[in-house]
């Protein structure tokens, strides 16, 4: 990625937050944009409009810790999006903990075995690196004997297995992109990832629309819903741990609720 494709992504991400700001009730008045216009933005983060209108415009302008860190406030931005603010300006967030190294230790790899219940290792492009056998039970077309190709983000939008699989397909879809948004941030350098957006912003329509929306999430946890091909019905518990050594890997684990097993 070059400079200017990275300037040109900041741009683009704080114009979208930008218009998603709700302005004052006594400054609300005839507006032609939505949110809060490029006056009021700098004006809430001490900054000059040009400032700001430069950096929408991914001209080549100096964006000082202090400057980012007074705009991330000024746009109310979570601390997923906030991570990407500082990702895409290629600054250290003051904030921020030390990134420990990414390597995949053999050890690391070895942890989905140690469940019982569905478990996989995602690497940085989200690309399994290990599960073990309820994961490859229950993600028919994923990580089954038969699926070749292991990327999670491929199989959810291009396999017309998972829209099946996956209950509330559109909704878990677009969660999954906004996730991969905030890991992206930070390795916008990485050509691996970049081609990845690439190949699935030309294959999949829905996935080019949910990456142009700009919506950053932390990866959460919550219930899942499975439609099973042949077990049916299936409900888990998702947690995603991260190991303290290697931050750009994610240990998904996947707890039965209720009664509902995938082995049943």
Known sequence: MTDAHRRTLLGEFIRS???RLTPAAKSIGRRRTPGLRREELAQACAVSATWITWLEQGRDVAASVNALDRL???????????????DLAEKRDPIAPDEPSAALLPSTLALPALFAAPAYLLDHTWTARAWNDAAAQLFVGW?????SERNLLKFVFLHPAAQTLIDDWPDR????VAQFRADFS???NDRAMQELIEQL???????????????VLARDSGARHF???IVGALHFMQTTLI??????CKLVCLAPLGTANHSD
């Open 227 to 229: 439609q099973h091909p």
């Open 17 to 19: 937050h930008r218009e």
């Open 173 to 176: 879809a677009a969660r999954l």
């Open 186 to 188: 930070r390795h916008h």
């Open 72 to 86: 991330a406030q000024a746009l109310q931005l979570s601390a997923a999006e906030r991570a990407t603010l500082f």
């Open 201 to 215: 912003s030309a294959q999949s329509p829905y996935f080019g629309q949910c990456w142009k929306a700009q919506h």
């Open 243 to 248: 190991v303290a050594s290697e931050s750009d």
């Open 143 to 147: 990580l089954d004997s038969a699926a």
